[in-house]
């Protein structure tokens, strides 16, 4: 599955790219344990709470297409350090907050912006920059696989830290993950005094020529609209599902494992991704993957609420949490090429948190509104078989197959 990465370069690169992105990731996706101890510590309510964060999910996409520009212009090297800092510093901030402005600014605009700069616009685009065309793919799928990895190992670490030692101390110790992360920079950006490759493409017309094309193109708007879809289920359920186990009763354990499942299943989900945007069309590989999750979803409804009904429901949705990122990836390096990936798949990530601002909000609302989430597990059915529906359409040449007799 992986022979394009047996180079040494390419592994380094790859595998730092994916520890950066695992700590980012990781650290992101556990915010949503804080909103019960947080609420009791503060009392700023589960509404304000999950406003802020909703807002985080917004920034975390705004600032990708601006990450990715200026990693496109001077470099990843930068945009990567000061990525990880703002991240430490938002966490850092975070328990001196008793009011939802603050809880905005170091929430959901500096550890959003944080770990935004440090994600998969810059690292996917700095790897693929420096990679052969053959171990994109691969390579794709293993970064996308430590995010999830971040997941699973960050998710249950976080919520013992919280029983341990409170929700301030967890968050403080999340600031030093971040800050740890920094020698891996220069393993994915290369060295400080390396200049900026230069393009000589003819077909280069800059990028705003580049941004302005894209947006014109219906298989990109396409594109768009699925991973809007995307976007609304992950903020709804990293934000809200120890809502959702508080409602059936069952103990926040049930939530932070649920988490770290959908993480570890998420890794094999990556993996698989990165394999197979190299044998079949990306755009099939994504209607699948949305399409199942509307069965899923289903199933979960339909099934009593106990833990492993829990468990069960996590791994499945895990399989295709953020797989969807390889093929997503692949379609617009495909449609637009590598020289402005970064940015173009930047703006790609912020369709996907504008349905992630709504996922995280709306959950907020329907709790406090109707006591439960049930709207929004419908409203996650519809969109999920809307995106299955308008991926494929895409512009997608047919994936070229090897010669007999090679490999």
């Not at 249950?156 to 999340?174: C, D, E, K």
């Not at 699948?288 to 791994?315: C, E, H, K, N, Q």
């Amino acid at each position: 599955m992986f022979q394009s990465l047996r180079r040494p370069d390419a592994l380094v690169i790859t595998l730092a790219a994916a520890g950066i992105l695992m700590v980012t990731m990781g650290i992101r996706q556990s915010f949503g344990l804080f909103i019960s101890p947080m609420n009791a510590s503060t009392g700023m309510g589960i509404a304000t709470i999950s406003l802020a964060l909703a807002i985080g999910q917004f920034t975390w996409g705004a600032i990708q297409p601006i990450a990715g520009a200026v990693a496109d212009r001077y470099g990843a090297r930068s945009v990567l350090i000061g990525g990880l800092v703002i991240l430490a510093a938002g966490c850092t901030l975070t328990p001196f907050i008793s009011n939802g402005f603050g809880l905005a600014v170091s929430l959901g605009l500096l550890a959003s912006i944080g770990s935004g700069a440090g994600s998969f616009s810059v690292l996917i685009g700095a790897g693929s920059q420096r990679l052969p065309a053959e171990s994109r793919g691969a390579a794709s799928g293993v970064i996308n696989a430590g995010g999830s990895f971040g997941q699973f190992v960050f998710a249950p670490v976080t919520q013992g830290l919280i029983q341990a030692v409170g929700w301030m101390g967890a968050m403080w110790a999340l600031a030093v993950a971040a800050l740890a992360t920094l020698p891996l920079v220069g393993k994915v950006a290369g060295a400080k005094s390396a200049p900026r490759p230069q393009h000589t493409d003819s077909n280069d017309l800059g990028l705003r020529n580049a941004v302005g094309s894209a947006m014109k193109d219906r298989s990109y708007l396409l594109l768009h609209a699925g991973f809007f879809t995307c976007g609304f289920h992950i903020a709804f359920i990293v934000t809200h599902l120890p809502g959702e186990v508080d409602l059936c009763g069952l103990p926040p354990s049930v939530a932070s494992w649920s988490l770290a499942i959908i993480g570890l299943a998420n890794i094999l989900g990556s993996l698989y991704a990165g394999s197979w945007v190299s044998k079949y069309r990306s755009k099939y590989v994504l209607s699948a993957m949305y399409g199942s999750r509307a069965v899923l979803i289903a199933w979960y409804l339909m099934m009593p609420s106990t833990s492993w009904t829990f468990y069960l429901f996590a791994a499945g949705l895990g399989f295709t949490w953020l797989a969807t990122v390889p093929p997503t990836a692949a379609i617009v390096g495909k449609l637009f090429g590598t020289r402005y990936l970064a940015t173009l798949f930047g703006m790609t990530l912020l369709s996907h948190q504008i349905g992630g601002f709504l996922g995280a909000w709306l959950g907020g609302i329907a709790i406090y509104q109707f006591g439960d989430f049930g709207w929004m597990w419908y409203a996650d059915i519809a969109l999920a078989l809307m995106a299955a529906i308008v991926n494929l359409p895409i512009r997608e040449a047919p994936v070229a197959r090897p010669a007999l007799g090679t490999s």
